[in-house]
């Protein structure tokens, strides 16, 4: 017996919100990430989209604060000393 593309779209459709959620889990044997990565491989137009939007607000705001970081010292280094 072979599963149909609907019958696997609604098994990742079942299990993606819990996984989505488990992958901040800060327990360690957690095997979200595995999870993830075989539910990707069955049906990526559906988890890519999602996994996208929970990791770019998180990777941007963490861009955005070593690209502060990197202008404050370079401001730092740049500042005439008070003599």
């Known amino acids: 017996m072979r599963l149909t593309d609907e019958q696997i779209e609604r098994f990742v459709s079942t299990l993606l919100p819990p996984v989505l959620y488990s992958v901040f889990s800060t327990s360690e044997s ?3 990430y595995s999870v993830m990565r075989n539910m990707a491989f069955l049906a990526p137009q559906l988890v890519l989209p999602r996994a996208l939007d929970l990791l ?3 990777y941007t705001s963490f861009i955005v604060f070593f690209q502060r970081k990197l202008v404050f010292k ?3 280094d740049k500042s005439v000393p008070f003599c």
């Open 74 to 76: 370079s401001n730092r």
């Open 30 to 32: 957690s095997s979200a």
């Open 56 to 58: 770019v607000p998180f």
